[in-house]
């Protein structure tokens, strides 16, 4: 009978572990644990953390132990290492392949504290793993992106892993980056300083990779840097954080669903195709769908559900957190799919290619967008070419579907801006069934304004400074149609509602848009121009069209 009893409490006690691990890949059903070894968990190849030493009292540092929990399930042959409720106070975790982390209800990693500028060690004399060198590729990206071991959890070159919740990740000890003004009760961690991390979650050279159901809390510069990971699914994360919150760089086979992030101080979900491999990497088959992204709530606030929005004069607050491929461009962006994803309090989508990539077949449907801090749209190729001399050219960024989207509360001051370079158009972007209302309220002087090419700049929509359209700033393309489009404005407002600069062959179609001071249209150096059956000017074919308006 007490045989019986221990067994059932067991089971009790293992429960929800068992109903987790049903959702888990095979890698987490490993081999039953070796005879005589007592660190298994309540389940066969399960490894608590507690029984190889972790205190689990956020006080104690549990580094040590939480690193050998993961050894003990890599050498025997896979297993999930569990860690039931608790604060498991932590430097670098260094991931093994065929291993699961699972974070049950009420269980977290926190960061420990970093070495404070000109100190040696961090918490209790603790530092996180050094920063590895990526010479000599280290200068054609920002310095987080060619660095991995400096995180609280790292892997490099491992393949079947995962972690799954509901547990947190909180990188309160990380570095969020020196140039940045404290968050809150935050210290500022020098990120080039030995010792200190700065991302919560960083992968290099992996595959099948599944990061599911957790949040993630202040996570430092990076809460995800995923790089070179194919194979890669993210579902159900919630991540509230003082920078970036996922960069999906040089990924492929990758989808992303059902996540929230909010990110006011930079971006949320972030496709990339940097140098950092020491080679020129597609991101490619990417999907992300049912997320929402924000830039608009004080950190924490959405994990803790109060929803604290930051005043509209916080002066520190960029209230970024969109989607955005780039800035980082060398390898490119091929076949991405995004779909059915809520923007609130941020910025628009981002497309960008600046450092050669070539941007090809991108379609972005289903989309609400609210009270947005630049246009809803942006699309820059540009000649930016942060890569090798002799092999960095000007990419291209062509064949994209944007389809299905409605904005409200677009700022006045920035419309959507699609813009090449001279000499390099952007081509075949078709936008349908578009409904976008602006802030409205500019005068007549703003339509004159000649917005800068900045070729080789920084590509941020709010570097151009205002723009002399309303709707759309559409410079250097080829093969644009546009249909079932309307721009409102909350109170009127004198520019046309499109602009467009060296615009070759430009297809517009039920056209709803209210007429500025000289028109809905202003055309500068467009060739094959037709608008029909629309409301915003009468239908009209224009082999060529300069300092026109209709």
């Not at 019986?4 to 890698?27: C, E, H, Q, V, W």
Request: net charge negative; with cysteine.
């Amino acid at each position: 009978m007490t045989s019986f009893n221990s067994t059932r409490r067991d089971l009790l006690r293992s429960g929800s572990l068992g109903m987790a691990l049903a959702g888990i890949p095979a890698l987490s059903y490993a081999a039953p644990s070796q005879a005589g070894d007592t660190s298994a968990g309540p389940l066969p190849g399960v490894f608590d953390v507690r029984k190889h030493g972790a205190t689990g009292d956020g006080k104690t540092l549990d580094t040590a132990a939480v690193n050998r929990t993961i050894e003990a399930a890599a050498a025997a042959g896979g297993g999930v290492v569990y860690f039931p409720a608790g604060t498991y106070l932590c430097f670098s975790i260094r991931l093994k392949s065929q291993v699961h982390l699972h974070l049950e209800q009420g269980a977290t990693i926190l960061a420990a504290a970093s070495p404070l500028p000109g100190e040696q060690t961090g918490y209790n004399g603790g530092t996180y793993d050094a920063a590895e060198s990526n010479a000599p590729w280290e200068h054609y990206q920002d310095f987080g992106h060619n660095h991995w071991h400096n995180s609280l959890i790292w892997g490099e070159n491992i393949h079947d892993i995962s972690i799954t919740g509901p547990g947190l990740i909180y990188g309160k000890g990380l570095s969020f980056g020196a140039d940045r003004p404290p968050r809150g009760n935050y210290p500022i961690y020098v990120a080039e300083q030995p010792g200190v991390g700065n991302k919560s979650i960083a992968l290099k050279n992996c595959h099948n990779v599944l990061l599911r159901d957790f949040s993630m809390l202040k996570c430092g510069h990076f809460a995800l840097l995923l790089t070179g990971v194919d194979n890669l699914t993210i579902d159900n994360l919630k991540i509230d954080t003082d920078r970036d919150g996922m960069d999906l760089d040089c990924c492929q086979n990758v989808r992303v669903s059902n996540c929230t992030v909010n990110s006011p101080w930079d971006d949320g979900i972030c496709p990339k195709s940097s140098y950092a491999l020491g080679y020129a990497r597609a991101t490619r088959n990417l999907s992300i769908s049912n997320c929402w992204v924000t830039g608009y709530y004080q950190l924490g606030t959405v994990l803790d559900g109060t929803f604290k929005k930051f005043a509209e004069d916080e002066p520190h607050a960029y209230r970024a957190g969109r989607i955005k491929c780039g800035t980082e461009s060398n390898g490119g962006f091929i076949n991405i799919a995004i779909s059915n994803c809520i923007f609130e309090g941020c910025h628009g989508f981002a497309l960008e290619s600046v450092d050669g990539a070539l941007m090809e077949d991108v379609a972005i449907t289903n989309t609400t967008m609210r009270d947005l801090y630049c246009g809803p749209i942006f699309m820059r190729l540009g000649a930016r070419l942060r890569g090798p001399k002799e092999s960095t050219k000007v990419g291209t960024m062509r064949r994209i579907l944007i389809s299905n989207l409605t904005c409200f509360n677009a700022p006045a001051k920035q419309s959507s801006i699609l813009t090449g370079i001279p000499g390099y158009c952007i081509e075949d972007v078709k936008l349908a069934d578009i409904y976008i209302q602006t802030a409205g309220g500019a005068s007549a002087e703003a339509a004159r304004v000649q917005p800068p090419e900045l070729e080789n700049g920084y590509p941020e929509p709010e570097r151009f400074g205002p723009m002399p359209a309303s709707g759309f700033y559409l410079r250097h393309m080829r093969n644009l149609e546009m249909s079932h489009v309307e721009i409102a404005h909350a109170v009127p407002d004198a520019r046309p509602a499109f602009q467009l600069d060296d615009v070759d062959r430009a297809d517009f179609f039920a056209i709803t848009a209210p007429r500025g001071a000289e028109g809905a249209f202003s055309l500068h150096a467009v060739k094959d121009l037709r608008i029909g059956w629309s409301r915003a000017a009468a239908d009209v074919t224009l082999p060529e069209a300069d300092n026109k308006n209709l």
